[in-house]
């Protein structure tokens, strides 16, 4: 079992940045592809990006690609989302997610998630 939480969220303007965080416990860490998802109010939730077990790997939304970045380190049990050049279309709560396949982008296909952290974005 995998319990993930997430920080860094918080209130930006346009064009600016945040670096979102996901600390994972358990020894089995390196066994989960790991993906961020968000939620914007009444809205369903979205795939955002996705990293393979090792890093090998990582898939984008096409709506985030060239601004945001996934990445992981598996000695530290930690999965990062560097979001760049941000939009007040971007705000949303984000949601770090567990999946033992990677290239899943759909919600349900994962197995543990967080209790998510709020990312404002002011134009």
């Known amino acids: 079992q995998v319990q993930l939480v997430e920080s860094g969220g918080g209130l930006v303007q346009a064009g600016g940045s945040l670096r979102l965080s996901c600390a994972a416990s358990?020894?089995?860490?390196?066994?989960?592809?790991m993906g961020w998802f968000r939620q914007a109010p009444g809205k369903e939730r979205e795939f955002v990006a996705a990293?393979?077990?090792?890093?090998?790997?990582?898939y984008y939304a096409e709506f985030v690609k060239g601004r945001f970045t996934i990445s992981r380190d598996n000695a530290k049990n930690m999965v990062w989302l560097q979001m760049d050049s941000l939009k007040p279309e971007d705000t949303a709560v984000y949601y770090c997610?567990?999946?033992?396949?990677?290239?899943?982008?759909?919600?349900?296909?994962?197995?543990?998630w967080g209790q998510g952290t709020q990312v404002t974005v002011s134009s």
């Open positions: 358990g020894r089995t860490f390196s066994s989960y592809s």
């Open positions: 997610a567990a999946d033992r396949e990677f290239g899943h982008t759909v919600a349900p296909r994962y197995d543990y």
């Open positions: 990293i393979s077990r090792y890093g090998g790997q990582t």
